[in-house]
């Protein structure tokens, strides 16, 4: 059965970090893309990072460009996204997930991410002084 939990969110003040990781079973994750992605109270779900099966692109939104950091590690089945410099901003539940069909996008590409992928349930980042 596949299951994707995140953890590592918490309430942090501005400035500080914080380490999300995301466990994958059920998939052998080194084929699929993973992405994360955040919503916040009252506005649409935003698209944070994108990591490629062969960790070899990455892509970032432009409000967490520089600031934010996704890898994977395929051994254990996970994947990371490491946030620095957080803003009050940055305040909203995190989600991973993993996209269907790796066949069909490849191992280099991040595809567009939809519902009908595989997703994590959530984890709580709240930056607040």
């Known amino acids: 059965q596949l299951r994707i939990v995140e953890s590592g969110g918490g309430s942090v003040q501005p400035g500080g970090s914080l380490r999300l990781s995301c466990v994958v079973s059920?998939?052998?994750?080194?084929?699929?893309?993973v992405g994360w992605f955040r919503q916040a109270p009252g506005k649409e779900r935003e698209a944070v990072s994108c990591i490629s099966a062969s960790g070899g692109n990455t892509e970032y939104g432009d409000s967490v460009k520089g600031r934010f950091t996704t890898s994977r590690d395929d051994a254990k089945n996970m994947a990371y996204l490491q946030m620095n410099s957080l803003k009050p901003e940055d305040t909203a539940v995190y989600y991973c997930?993993?996209?269907?069909?790796?066949?069909?996008?490849?191992?280099?590409?991040?595809?567009?991410?939809?519902?009908?992928?595989?997703w994590g349930q959530g984890t709580q980042v709240t930056v607040s002084s």
């Open positions: 997930v993993a996209a269907r069909n790796p066949a069909v996008y490849g191992s280099y590409y991040c595809p567009n991410f939809s519902d009908d992928d595989y």
């Open positions: 059920g998939i052998t994750l080194n084929y699929y893309a």
